[in-house]
């Protein structure tokens, strides 16, 4: 093994362990934005985003609007049904 062999190994691994972080990060932010803005629906939201970064990328986005919507407080007095 030479020594750019093992240049290329290091590479490798450095690449693959910033495409897990970055998966991590992506499948994590939803959730992270959900509690730190006090969503009533936070572990809904977390849950999505992962499972949306899993199944295929595509509903992500909307996982991560979710987590930015603000929902309205009912009136005081008022049930919901």
Request: proline residues 5%; aromatic residues 12%.
């Amino acid at each position: 093994m030479t020594g750019l062999d093992l240049f290329a190994w290091i590479v490798l691994l450095i690449v693959l362990a910033v495409a897990i972080l970055v998966c991590w990060l992506m499948g994590s932010l939803p959730g992270h934005v959900a509690r730190s803005r006090g969503h009533p629906w936070a572990d809904a939201v977390r849950v999505a985003g992962w499972i949306t970064l899993i199944f295929g990328f595509a509903l992500w986005p909307l996982a991560l609007i979710w987590a930015y919507v603000d929902v309205p407080a009912g009136r005081a007095g008022e049930t919901r049904r």
